[in-house]
RNA sequence: GCUCAGAUGGUGGAACUGGUAGACACGCAGGACUUAAAAUCCUGUUCCCGUUAAAGGAGUGCGGGUUCGAUUCCCGCUCUGAGUACCA
């Protein structure tokens, strides 16, 4: 029989499920491997043929990991709590639960369709209590332990509270709030207990915070900074504002440090890597103390103004200090003479969005606050000015301004007629700032003649002793805000009682998240959990906001690993054996999302001793975004006008003929190529012109029941354009356009005229022979609007799941990104049947020889098992599939038909191609279902051991012709043999060659 | 601005350590089979010049360099994509 793709793979998806052949064993011998994909968001829209592109990659090394003998992990879920399902709730009123319960639905359905070999007995999902019990769980770990910076790791909080029953707040050293109290022991013990909780809650790794968050009203929440693009919301768009609220926050900053040394360790593409470097923002530097001038009695609540610098040998260079106009000092710092300025001067700023002061980072802006501090070193005078290119949320909020070295502050200071003092001997500042380290220095009291080491060390070494300052490192990343102001999340397990946080209790857990009447906020403001009726903790009210979405996704690869245990997220031998994930695919826009929420949930279960390692994911491969090649057609826009015709009566211009144009003329479309002679050339702009007014003419003779109304009518020669359209992807084909699916499909073509690549015409009447519509060519994003969606269910109807896996991954090297299209695709389909028919003889009946395979076909298996090898452990998969094509092709060139052969090829191709090489296994007349678990054959390089070598000759480096040389031969033979052949002569034309390179089974060159 | 990735035929791409650039596939052109179409098979297909066949020449974004030899290494530039940004 043919090749029935259909037959063969509902068939062997059906077997894989009965018989659970992919089911990863807890205990066994052999050695595990975890290959892990990003789970996905169940969205409404379903799967397009982007997101299987990582699935099926992972899937091959999956399956090539179990053909080499490893217990292969390969589980899938889903991420299903989040924010489109709830504002679908929000418009329907549909219960988000059930939303999600269908889009996993088609989900499961498009991916069982593919040939995934999942272990679905494992599948998670991060909405299902039994899931977000542990999602809670851990949460409350954090609640319940601490940083301490001495062990630099996390410990419990009850070691915290020991230590201050015996030793007060003293030897404390902690990642903390800002604001911790100092007391002694007894003091301690004094204190009430919720003043305990109190103090205690300033160094909990999951904390309450007043902050200042992302607010988006339209959304009704919270969002992360990862969330928030250019002040407008990821999702949806809307627009973020600034908003000080009490939230609960994730103390990830306590292992910035960690976060960022663990990167050298694994093996992430390195722009990954880069992307979370620069996301945890270390810089080095120092904070130093500026003693605030206060004569007078103004100035109160602080003595000094703290700067961050990561130039702190600068300093003699200060002639000025700069503070955010959000700073706290600044009321307090603006003199009566300077206030009206720096009023005028907030409010200027307060007007201008995130966005506008971006863009206009090059305008020099600032008020002065008639203030000024000392110079810790010097004690020179140096102005306080307040100006937005200081940001409250980075350092102190106050910068130290040298205007020799920094080109802002340059700028700043030429602006504001400020000095500008040279530090070092070798800067030239005369246009611009300076920022080199080298030379020495100059105007700088002790550092004069220092060189840039050795100042900085002098320096901070001269501010610790006068205790106004010290070498500090500080990172851009912030505390992540836990806490969404929406329904569809997992509950936070934590009730409050006389204002403070408490947890549940653990039995407690799950804390289900309740039913509500509306999805929207209460009356209030509160939270939708407002709206759950007797929804009450004994002691108290629970906790209304829901955590964010990256909660339920930082542990998940771990609940796979034992993911029905109800006693523990995993359990210690499961997590003892698979350790951690071998190799995780996904999309790189989780860089400092996700992957980071991840790393630091790992480390602090590493801490407290519940995994082993201090790393999730040893290796991670980034699939390319697949974007969308959208398709246009060019139709001609026009319009009919008329003379004006007077009702008479009132003078008014009466005119109903106008509706009824566009049904006089239908519409008309042009190829391609006149589209491109339409942009270009004038005459032929003409003859378009002149075609659609005799075809209107016309068509007002046929078609219309009083061709007189039209009199006088016209087309305007100069409103008239050509307008390309989008058009469903699916209705064209290599970009030839089918005319009658397009006819049929919509009602305003169903009459086009179309004007072919030839130059004829197409009528609904009289379609034209040879001619065809060529549709012009976008890329774009993949989306419903644009038309160019391309769906897995429509190729596999048409091709099956074995050509589409293998032309997913033929398309071009798996970590680029790159256009869906659908050109190529009969190639990987005439290659499987190829495949087929090399079974079977002409009467599509199988047939395979038992004879010993002879050197040539033994050559290209062996070829062929080695290059798959090679090419999925790097991950180059585009390679492997032509690699098969030319093994194919060689094999049936050899007319081979030898069992030995085809079963190993059938192994190897298995990875790739499941169902096809599942079938064809069985008619070989192995047991169903051991394919999966086969060997893979063993790769012999005596097979591939050549005599003889075709060696390039080529002549100054440019190849002039080949020559069959024994491979035996050394190479001062091989230049004597080569001398010594005639066409090389005639190359030579009797001359000697200076020099004859000869490197051994590659090349030969002679320089002349 | 900064950081990173990339640029190869009509198209997707291959060339792994410097060694025959364009594998494999699509598309296109021609042919076979067929009453015809589909399917299948065969041949050709980087460009220029040219021919009976040839023989030349150019060529991996641009300009230079190292080398017997560069898509690959080095320097400078252009363009495209991604990330990020008054980060002190």
Same mark, same amino acid.
């Given at each position: 029989m043919d090749y029935q793709f259909k037959d063969i793979e509902q068939k062997w998806q059906q077997f894989w499920a009965d018989n659970q052949?992919? %089911?990863?064993?807890? %205990?066994?011998t052999k050695p595990k491997y975890y290959v892990l994909d990003m789970f996905?968001?169940?969205? =409404?829209a379903g799967l397009h043929v982007g997101h299987p592109l990582g699935y099926i990659a992972s899937d091959i090394f999956a399956r090539y990991k179990r053909l080499k003998g490893f217990n292969v992990l390969h589980p899938m879920g889903y991420? @299903?709590? +989040?924010?489109p399902a709830e504002q679908y709730a929000i418009q329907t009123g549909q219960h988000p639960a059930v939303t999600t319960e269908a889009n996993i639905a088609t989900y499961r359905r498009q991916l069982d369709q593919i040939g995934f070999s999942f272990d679905w007995s494992r599948e998670v999902r991060t909405s299902s209590p039994d899931y977000y019990k542990w999602t809670q769980w851990i949460f409350m770990q954090l609640f319940n332990n601490w940083y301490n910076k001495d062990a630099d790791k996390a410990q419990s909080i009850t070691k915290l509270i020991e230590h201050f029953e015996s030793?007060?707040?003293?030897g404390v050293n902690a990642v903390c709030d800002e604001e911790v109290s100092t007391f002694t022991a007894n003091e301690w013990k004094a204190k009430s207990a919720n003043e305990q909780q109190k103090e205690l809650l300033k160094y909990r790794l999951t904390y309450l915070r007043e902050s200042t968050v992302n607010w988006c009203p339209a959304l009704g929440t919270v969002l992360a900074n990862d969330e928030v693009k250019d002040g407008f919301s990821?999702? =949806?768009g809307y627009p973020v504002e600034q908003k000080k609220m009490m939230q609960w926050s994730m103390r990830i900053t306590a292992y910035a440090e960690r976060l960022l040394k663990g990167l050298d360790k694994i093996d992430w593409p390195e722009p990954l890597k880069e992307m979370q470097r620069n996301w945890i923002g270390k810089s080095t530097g120092a904070s130093v103390k500026f003693p605030i001038e206060s004569q007078?009695?103004?100035?109160?609540?602080?003595?000094y103004i703290e700067v961050f610098t990561t130039?702190?040998?600068?300093?003699?260079?200060?002639?000025f200090l700069v503070i955010a106009?959000?700073?706290?000092l600044v009321a307090e710092l603006t003199t009566s003479e300077q206030k009206a300025a720096i009023d005028a001067y907030i409010v200027q700023t307060k007007k201008k969005s995130e966005l506008d002061r971006m863009a206009d980072a090059k305008t020099v802006s600032g008020a002065f606050t008639g203030s000024y501090v000392l110079n810790?070193?010097?004690g020179e005078k140096v102005q306080i000015w307040i100006a *937005?290119?200081?940001?409250?949320?980075?350092?102190? !909020?106050?910068v130290m301004a040298v205007p020799s070295g920094d080109q802002r502050d340059y700028l700043f200071a030429k602006h504001f007629n400020l000095p500008i003092v040279a530090i070092?001997?070798?800067?030239?500042?005369?246009t611009e700032a300076d920022p080199t380290k080298e030379g020495k220095y100059i105007?700088?009291?002790?550092?004069? +003649?220092?060189g840039y080491k050795e100042a900085t060390a002098a320096i901070i070494a001269k501010l610790e002793s006068l205790g106004l300052g010290k070498a500090k490192v500080n990172f851009r990343m912030r505390d992540a805000i836990f806490g969404?102001?929406?329904?569809w999340g997992e509950p936070v397990p934590v009730y409050f009682k006389e204002g403070l946080p408490h947890l549940i209790s653990?039995?407690?857990?799950?804390?289900l998240l309740p039913e509500v009447d509306k999805y929207l906020p209460t009356e209030?403001?509160?939270?939708?959990? !407002?709206?759950?009726? +007797?929804? %009450?903790h004994p002691e108290g009210e629970y906790e209304l906001s829901t955590m964010p979405g990256w909660a339920g996704s930082s542990f998940y690869w771990y609940r796979?690993?034992?993911?029905?245990?109800?006693?523990?997220?995993?359990s210690k031998e499961a997590i003892a054996y698979? %350790?951690?994930?071998d190799l995780y695919i996904g =999309? @790189?826009?989780?860089?400092?999302?996700h992957l980071l929420y991840s790393r630091f949930w790992n480390k602090f279960l590493k801490d407290i001793d519940l995994?082993?390692?201090?790393?999730?994911?040893k290796k991670l491969i980034n699939q390319g975004m697949i974007q969308g090649r959208s398709n246009f057609i060019y139709k001609i826009g026009y319009s009919v006008s008329y003379p004006p015709v007077y *009702?008479?009566?009132?003078d008014t211009i009466f005119d109903k003929r106008s509706n009824e144009s566009d049904k006089i003329l239908p519409q008309i479309l042009i190829s391609k190529k006149w589209y491109n002679e339409y942009l270009s050339n004038k005459n032929y702009r003409k003859f378009l012109y002149d075609f659609l007014r005799d075809e209107f003419l016309k068509n007002i003779q046929q078609n219309?029941?009083?061709?007189?109304?039209?009199?006088g009518a016209f087309i305007d020669e100069d409103i008239f354009k050509v307008i390309p359209t989008h058009v469903d992807?699916?209705?064209v084909e290599n970009d030839i356009l089918n005319i009658k699916k397009l006819r049929g499909s919509r009602k305003d073509c169903q009459n086009a005229i179309f004007i072919l690549e030839d130059g004829s015409m197409s009528y609904p009447t009289n379609p034209g022979k040879d001619g065809t519509y060529i549709c012009g060519v976008e890329i774009e994003k993949m989306s419903k609007s644009k038309f160019n969606v391309v769906n897995p269910d429509d190729l596999i109807a048409r091709y099956g799941a074995d050509t589409l896996r293998m032309y997913e991954m033929f398309?071009?090297?798996?970590e680029q990104s790159k256009p869906w299209n659908t050109n190529g695709i009969e190639g990987v389909f005439k290659f499987l049947r190829k495949f087929w028919r090399m079974f079977h003889n002409e009467a599509w009946e199988f047939t395979v020889s038992g004879a010993e395979p002879t050197k040539a076909e033994l050559k290209s298996l062996h070829k062929i098992i080695r290059k798959v090898e090679e090419d999925v452990e790097r991950f180059s998969f585009n390679t492997s599939v032509s690699s098969f094509m030319i093994a194919i092709n060689e094999l049936t060139d050899l007319k081979c038909n030898n069992r030995k052969v085809l079963q190993d090829l059938v192994i190897v191709l298995s990875s790739y191609a499941p169902h096809i090489c599942e079938e064809l296994w069985v008619m070989l007349g192995n047991e169903a279902g051991t394919l999966s678990y086969a060997t893979y054959p063993k790769f012999n390089p005596a097979y591939l051991v050549e005599d003889e070598f075709v060696y390039p000759i080529s002549i100054n480096g440019k190849t002039k012709m080949n020559l069959n040389i024994s491979l035996s031969l050394e190479p001062k033979e091989i230049e004597e043999f080569v001398l010594a052949n005639a066409d090389v002569q005639r190359y030579l034309d009797g001359k000697q060659p200076k020099k004859v390179i000869v490197v051994k089974g590659r090349i030969v060159n002679m320089v002349v």
């Open positions: 052949t992919f %089911k990863a064993e807890d %205990k066994t996905p968001y169940p969205s =409404g991420d @299903s709590f +989040g924010l030793n007060g707040s003293a990821e999702r =949806g007078e009695s103004r100035i109160k609540s602080q003595e130039r702190v040998d600068t300093i003699f260079g200060v002639t106009p959000e700073h706290e810790p070193l010097n *937005d290119y200081v940001l409250a949320g980075y350092g102190t !909020g106050a070092l001997d070798t800067q030239n500042i005369e105007n700088s009291d002790f550092a004069n +003649g220092l969404r102001q929406r329904y653990e039995s407690d857990l799950p804390l209030s403001g509160e939270p939708p959990l !407002g709206r759950a009726e +007797g929804w %009450k796979y690993m034992d993911a029905h245990n109800n006693k523990e997220f995993a698979w %350790k951690d994930v =999309g @790189s826009e989780h860089a400092t999302g995994v082993i390692e201090e790393e999730p994911f *009702d008479g009566e009132d219309s029941t009083d061709a007189s109304m039209y009199n992807v699916n209705i398309l071009g090297p798996l």
